[in-house]
């Protein structure tokens, strides 16, 4: 059981470049999350979504793009990459129903720099 | 608005000494908290989680926290300290509106010294 993935583990980019961060999970879960995490601070929710075909902003969404065409991948898309997005990004997934609260599950996270 | 405070950036503590890591949270409602850990260069993992059940709530790795709504606080305790342990650690909340959203405080760096 894998259970969170994410790829790749590092990148550089150049300002104005963009990419897609992967991420997939294999647990069946309808919650999925994408975080930053910058030195020194917790994470921040980027977006997330309740389901395929459903996503929503959370408290730091500017600068970013998301899709969910599955239930199992979530990528995560940066457009015109600028420094103040150089982080280590965590995607999370989470079970969904009346029982709260459930635990999200991490990825291992993708660690980018952008110069 | 729900929000979560820890109390110390930076903890450190001689192996086989207790640890307390403290955390303060504010909520409008009755929250759901936790406990996660991150080891270098790795994700999170939780530790515990709190959700009206029990006050004292145990762990893994024989961490404890005890809800104290009160004193709005929700510290992360451990009866003797591991090399092991040594990690950043982080008390979430719950935040309202569904969708088991998080809310993350800036983080404790554990240091533990032989």
């Known amino acids: 059981n894998a259970g969170v993935t994410q790829t790749p583990k590092f990148r550089i980019l150049k300002i104005g470049q963009s990419m897609t961060l992967q991420c997939a999970q294999d647990m069946n879960h309808n919650y999925m999350y994408w975080y930053r995490q910058d030195p020194g601070m917790g994470l921040k929710l980027i977006y997330y979504s309740v389901g395929a075909g459903i996503t929503d902003k959370g408290e730091v969404p500017n600068g970013y793009n998301v899709s969910r065409s599955t239930t199992e991948d979530f990528p995560l898309r940066l457009e015109l990459a600028a420094p103040s997005q150089t982080s280590v990004y965590f995607c999370?997934?989470?079970?969904?129903?009346?029982?709260?609260?459930?635990?999200?599950?991490f990825g291992p996270g993708t660690r980018l720099t952008v110069t | 608005a729900q929000s979560v405070t820890q109390l110390d950036s930076h903890v450190s503590v001689s192996e086989g000494t207790p640890v307390l890591l403290r955390c303060n949270y504010s909520?409008?409602?009755?929250?759901?908290l936790f406990w996660y850990v991150q080891h270098p260069n790795k994700g999170l993992q939780l530790l515990l989680k709190?959700?009206?059940?029990?006050?004292l709530v145990k762990g893994i790795n024989g961490f404890e926290a005890e809800f104290k709504k009160s004193e709005t606080s929700f510290h992360l305790t451990k009866p003797s300290a591991h090399m092991s342990d040594a990690a950043e650690y982080f008390c979430v909340v719950t935040l309202s509106g569904g969708y088991n959203k998080l809310i993350f405080g800036a983080g404790t760096r554990l240091a533990v010294h032989p």
């Open positions: 999370a997934s989470s079970p969904s129903g009346l029982a709260k609260p459930y635990e999200q599950y």
């Open positions: 709190y959700t009206s059940a029990a006050t």
């Open positions: 909520s409008s409602y009755s929250p759901s």
